[in-house]
């Protein structure tokens, strides 16, 4: 299993090999279409995170020590980003989750899905995601 | 086949920010519904009014502050010209077209009683909404709405139908921020007249786009943004007919409304300055009236013909590109185009097209009830200006073609 920085330079390595910006995004449109999310039949209000340009879901429980995520967006970049946010978060204790620094998304250049303007709903899931571990603590 | 004329070249050598590159890519700016860009003779007169001129106005007795006051109100007056008002009284500077709006609901609205109407429409931006909303809570007043055609455009039996003695003001926008349709104000003005009603304006689409005459039109109130005309952002301007705003009061208190105070009665100032409280944004004003200055030094008659004939050729070629759907295909339209792509989510497809150097909009453009109307989440609008040219048109297709790629 690998470490919580581990993960991320990982991603940023995947990342590492495109020059072109358009290439990053098919990316992360294939890791959005890739991941299982949830279902608009298994969604409800409190999953919801509304962002002014896309909206999220997100699930989450805790089990053998661990959180676990599950999310969805109805905009596929939005989504392929949520992918990678779990890849992340995903199997990690709440301890981990509250304490360690999330850096993959700015070495990558994607910080901007994660200000307060971009309105995607992203930042308020990872605060939602921080949220929900520190319920376990 | 439509080409870019050498004025329209001319005039985009005088906006700075056009040269920039995004991502590496040439910028192509379509967001000019949300603002348009400044040309290098407002920026310079920013920068020249601090460094050379900088004084508050209309107190003080020393050499700058006359300047400064001097200059405050040209750019008044140039304005009240430039819209074809019969006073200058009849300007008043205010933070933009959303304060505007909330300065008439709220001294306008002081004078309306329980059981009157508003009537306002569907394809209203939020800052025509909302402050409505609040003025019919607190004087329980009603708010009417003026439905419209998929096409998007009003259904003007409707209007006949909802228009009675009740109805004390339509507040209605001249050109919809979303759609692009130009509204049949002529019309709206005339009718509501004929029942007692007064007529706000909602001008912040249509100011850049053409000529506006507010004696024509003979609207009792016209707003708008300084921003959206190549000047400043913080300043806009409410036009009102000056017998309507003696008889309302004042907006907000504090120094420059006033003439006299004291704790028993305070009297306060004349027109424009009943509503004008505080220190304004002098430079604001200033480098507006600058920007008016701007327009009337080009040929904008030939400007406004090309910036159709722009929207015309982009919504032409739009429309050969598989999926395109088009909201707003009123025959009377300005130069912006809202669309969507299959079942891509605008969001998706506006960021691969900033990746490219193309700045649209997307999203709900603050008019949320359209969306629910269209049943859609958001729209990808691309809104052009005088200076944009058929090649950024061609490059934004290009990219756009690319994204849909990408995405599909």
């Known amino acids: 299993m690998n470490t919580f920085k581990e993960k991320q330079a990982a991603i940023i390595a995947d990342f590492d090999v495109f020059d072109d910006w358009m290439d990053k995004y098919e990316l992360i449109i294939e890791l959005g279409k890739e991941i299982e999310g949830i279902i608009p039949a298994k969604r409800n209000d409190q999953q919801l995170i509304e962002g002014c340009q896309s909206r999220v879901w997100l699930d989450s429980s805790f089990s053998d020590s661990i959180m676990h995520f599950s999310a969805d967006s109805d905009a596929i970049i939005t989504k392929g980003i949520i992918a990678l946010l779990i890849k992340v978060f995903n199997g990690e204790k709440p301890e981990t989750i509250i304490k360690e620094e999330l850096f993959f998304i700015k070495e990558i250049g994607l910080q901007e899905h994660l200000s307060p303007t971009r309105a995607n709903g992203l930042l308020g899931m990872v605060k939602r995601m921080k949220m929900d571990a520190l319920k376990h603590v | ?408």
Request: charged share 20%.
């Open chain 2, 1 to 408: 086949m439509i080409s870019t004329p050498d004025y329209i070249h001319d005039i985009r050598a005088d906006f700075p920010i056009l040269q920039t590159k995004i991502h590496n890519k040439p910028l192509v700016y379509f967001d000019n519904a949300a603002t348009t860009q400044k040309p290098k003779i407002v920026i310079d007169r920013i920068q020249d009014y601090y460094e050379t001129k900088n004084a508050n106005i209309h107190r003080g007795v020393h050499h700058l502050s006359q300047v400064a006051t001097q200059d405050y109100e040209n750019a008044r007056t140039r304005i009240q010209k430039y819209i074809g008002a019969a006073k200058s009284e009849e300007i008043i500077f205010t933070k933009g077209t959303t304060d505007g709006i909330n300065l008439v609901a709220s001294s306008f609205g002081a004078l309306l009683k329980e059981g009157d109407e508003i009537l306002i429409s569907a394809m209203e931006h939020h800052s025509n909404i909302v402050p409505w909303q609040l003025l019919a809570d607190l004087k329980k007043i009603q708010l009417r709405v003026i439905p419209i055609h998929k096409d998007g455009t009003l259904i003007m039996d409707e209007f006949d139908r909802l228009l009675s003695e009740r109805t004390k003001l339509v507040s209605i926008t001249h050109i919809s921020n979303t759609l692009g349709t130009i509204n049949p104000i002529e019309n709206i003005i005339r009718s509501s007249h004929a029942v007692g009603a007064k007529v706000l304006i909602d001008g912040a689409q249509s100011i850049q786009h053409g000529d506006v005459d507010v004696s024509s039109l003979n609207c009792d109130f016209f707003v708008f943004s300084g921003h959206k005309i190549f000047g400043p952002t913080g300043i806009g301007v409410l036009y009102g007919k000056e017998k309507l705003l003696e008889e309302m009061p004042p907006y907000q208190g504090g120094g420059d409304m006033i003439k006299n105070v004291s704790f028993e009665k305070t009297i306060f100032n004349e027109l424009p300055f009943k509503f004008e409280a505080g220190t304004p944004n002098i430079i604001g004003g200033i480098a507006l009236g600058t920007a008016i200055e701007y327009i009337e030094s080009i040929d904008r008659k030939s400007a406004f013909d090309y910036e159709k004939k722009l929207l015309t050729y982009a919504e032409q070629e739009l429309l050969k590109i598989e999926g395109v759907q088009v909201f707003g295909t009123s025959s009377e339209k300005t130069s912006l185009v809202s669309f969507n792509v299959g079942s891509i989510h605008p969001f998706d497809l506006g960021t691969l097209l900033d990746k490219q150097g193309i700045a649209v909009r997307t999203g709900h453009h603050c008019t949320q009830p359209l969306m629910d109307f269209y049943n859609i989440p958001g729209t990808i609008r691309a809104s052009f200006s005088i200076y944009n040219t058929v090649e950024e048109v061609d490059l934004f297709l290009n990219a756009l073609r690319r994204a849909i790629t990408v995405l599909s």
